[in-house]
């Protein structure tokens, strides 16, 4: 598509001077921009969740919600846009803390024009540029879920995977169940030297151990009954690629030694083979078993563990990302719908509570298959919490246990004054004391869930 047959650019306008967004409609519609226009960031919010925009350009000093708080909010809702700053207050320190939180530009008043439209201009050639990266790494690496969220914990694990990625170096990913090592696995790929060349997975659980080594190795003609050709082994198809060995440690101690020799010389041998085959593939391995304590245990070679174990990334489980719940359901619902030709308009906050309460002990892929399930059977355009499962309506709700007959009686006194958050944290700390640090069944005597006692002393103020 050419230049003049692109759909023009949409900017959202936010300040709480009309005067102000009247100028800069004008200056932008000589220049065959749509604008959009809000006088405060929350109506901001509003128009960005229906009506996506490829720049925000927000006056920093509003009352309510500031330019600043905007911005982050931006991050968090639409992730592609990007944010021009204005204010009329400029000083470098709102400068660098705007830059830090993710502002593409930051220009003061009064506002001259061809400032404002070069920063535009710019902005936008930044987020296509953008754009057009996210689609060509996905094109190649092949991949057809993303890597949904903005946590610490997420944005911690993916910056190791993107230091780790450009080299060769051998990576084991630790992760409970559900966490989508395949993903993060794909990520390492995508963001490699070998992005266009074979991703080959393999999952060491899910092949009888007769197999496997056939498999991983590949075979001659006549090496076993029904070998009629040649076959080459995922680590040959993986040549010049990654090679992606998922539940390493199920490995039987036979097909360990194999593997060990691959690691160490690059090179294989075939089923019924007698010659050896040079292989340039890089190796990442994933587990969610303790692979230090089967090495102690003597289930697992210690000597292909450290081959294995070069670079370390543990994955965290979605209990410790809470913050990007919102984020994945909204995904999975947009996902499930097109899938079924459903529309929905979204989810209640009942129903967003009782997915933020849960704990997930199947991690991600519990999250979706929750939220497949919501999609199918509500009846309406939004997902309400009657069609979440069973397992989430109990979390939400936290019924309240019956009181322990050791606890029967006791009391706390709490001088007035004492504010709601402090009054929380010690009743929470008290009952901790009683039931001798059972989280559980400190949230049954309470009536809430587990994940709120968790989440509450988090947020308490460590000792220093």
């Known amino acids: 598509m050419s230049e003049s047959e692109r759909e023009p650019a949409t900017l959202l306008l936010v300040d709480d001077e009309p005067a102000n967004l009247d100028s800069l409609e004008r200056i932008f519609a000589?220049?065959?921009?749509?604008?959009?226009?809000?006088?405060?960031?929350?109506?901001?919010?509003?128009?960005?969740?229906?009506?996506?925009?490829?720049?925000?350009?927000?006056?920093?000093?509003?009352?309510?919600?500031?330019g600043q708080e905007l911005l982050r909010a931006v991050r968090a809702v639409?992730?592609?846009?990007?944010?021009?700053?204005?204010?009329?207050?400029?000083?470098v320190e709102a400068a660098v803390a705007a830059m830090k939180d993710g502002a593409y530009d930051f220009l003061t008043k009064p506002l001259k024009r061809h400032a404002v439209l070069k920063s535009v201009a710019q902005a936008l050639e930044k987020r296509r540029l953008v754009l057009e990266n996210k689609q060509l790494r996905a094109r190649l690496a092949g991949v057809s879920s993303p890597i949904v969220g903005q946590s610490p914990a997420l944005r911690a694990t993916l910056d190791i995977i993107r230091q780790a990625a450009p080299s060769s170096a051998t990576v084991l990913l630790l992760g409970e169940s559900?966490?989508?090592?395949?993903?993060?696995?794909?990520?390492?790929?995508?963001?490699?030297?070998?992005?266009?060349?074979?991703?080959?997975?393999?999952?060491?659980?899910?092949?009888?151990?007769?197999?496997?080594?056939?498999e991983l190795f590949g075979y001659e003609r006549g090496a076993f009954t029904g070998a009629v050709a040649r076959k080459e082994g995922r680590i040959e198809r993986a040549q010049g690629g990654t090679l992606f060995l998922d539940e390493i440690g199920e490995l039987s101690p036979a097909v360990q030694v194999k593997l060990l020799r691959f690691l160490q010389e690059g090179e294989i041998e075939r089923l019924g083979g007698t010659s050896t085959v040079k292989v340039d593939s890089r190796v990442v391995?994933?587990?969610?078993?303790?692979l230090s304590a089967a090495v102690q245990a003597g289930k697992f070679r210690e000597d292909l563990y450290y081959r294995l174990n070069v670079i370390q990334v543990v994955l965290p489980p979605l209990r410790e990302r809470v913050e990007d719940i919102p984020l994945l359901a909204d995904h999975f619902v947009a996902r499930y719908a097109a899938k079924n030709n459903k529309q929905f308009s979204g989810i209640t906050p009942g129903a967003m509570e009782a997915l933020e309460a849960y704990a997930w002990p199947g991690n991600v892929r519990e999250l979706e298959n929750a939220i497949e399930r919501a999609v199918v059977l509500s009846p309406g355009s939004e997902i309400d919490i009657d069609a979440l499962p069973q397992p989430l309506l109990h979390a939400a709700r936290g019924p309240r246990g019956p009181i322990p007959p050791a606890l029967e009686g006791r009391t706390l006194s709490i001088p007035l004054g004492t504010t709601m958050e402090e009054i929380e944290l010690r009743v929470i700390r008290e009952t901790l004391r009683h039931t001798k640090g059972d989280k559980n069944l400190a949230a049954q005597l309470l009536g809430i869930a587990a994940r709120?006692?968790?989440?509450?002393?988090?947020?308490?103020?460590?000792e220093s």
């Open 30 to 66: 000589r220049e065959g921009y749509r604008t959009q226009r809000a006088e405060t960031g929350a109506a901001a919010l509003a128009l960005l969740r229906d009506r996506p925009a490829d720049v925000v350009l927000t006056d920093l000093m509003m009352p309510g919600m500031s």
């Open 78 to 91: 639409a992730p592609d846009a990007e944010v021009v700053l204005m204010t009329a207050y400029g000083t």
């Open 178 to 214: 559900g966490t989508g090592k395949e993903l993060f696995a794909r990520a390492l790929h995508e963001h490699s030297s070998r992005a266009q060349q074979p991703f080959v997975p393999i999952n060491c659980a899910a092949i009888p151990e007769t197999i496997l080594e056939s």
């Open 285 to 290: 391995a994933a587990t969610n078993r303790d």
């Open 452 to 462: 709120t006692i968790y989440r509450k002393l988090d947020r308490e103020p460590k």
